[in-house]
């Protein structure tokens, strides 16, 4: 994905909690690498049953994914975006995953919303358009023209 990122100073968190949100970026990277729809099924699989994560909730965990990797502290949107999403399924909850583009120019990057707002995103995140969306409660939503073969 194309969108800069400045990278702030991580949170430190204690070594009894790195093992879960490790565990996330290991599984956001491999998932990170499959195809769109393969990427899609998979995270509506693991959205099923989950209730809508809140803001502070998706936060928390999104600041667990940036303590632990440095990639996914700055450019790494993809496995950033995938690991927070299943860092909270963990806890029971689901944040809204995308992944979209804005044209003009041309950015392509990964997020995930929760209470209908990015979470910890540039300002600039509210311009792209979401070709892939994986809501909770894993209902996926109409397949759209970048995930068919």
Not at 7 to 27: E, F, Q, T, W, Y
């Amino acid at each position: 994905m194309s969108v800069a990122v400045t990278v702030d100073k991580p949170p430190r968190i204690p070594i009894h909690r790195r093992p879960l949100p490790l565990l996330a970026v290991v599984a956001g990277h491999l998932i990170g690498g499959l195809s769109p729809r393969t990427v899609r099924n998979v995270l509506t699989v693991c959205a099923r049953g989950a209730r809508p994560a809140g803001y502070a909730e998706a936060r928390r965990a999104r600041a667990r994914v940036v303590a632990v990797s440095v990639r996914c502290a700055g450019e790494g949107c993809l496995p950033r975006s995938i690991a927070t999403a299943l860092l909270c399924r963990a806890g029971g909850a689901w944040p809204t995953w995308h992944a979209g583009v804005q044209t003009m120019p041309f950015r392509a990057h990964a997020w995930v919303e929760a209470e209908n707002r990015p979470v910890d995103e540039p300002l600039s995140t509210t311009h792209m358009q979401p070709l892939v969306t994986v809501p909770p409660g894993g209902q996926p939503p109409p397949s759209s023209p970048a995930e068919r073969p």
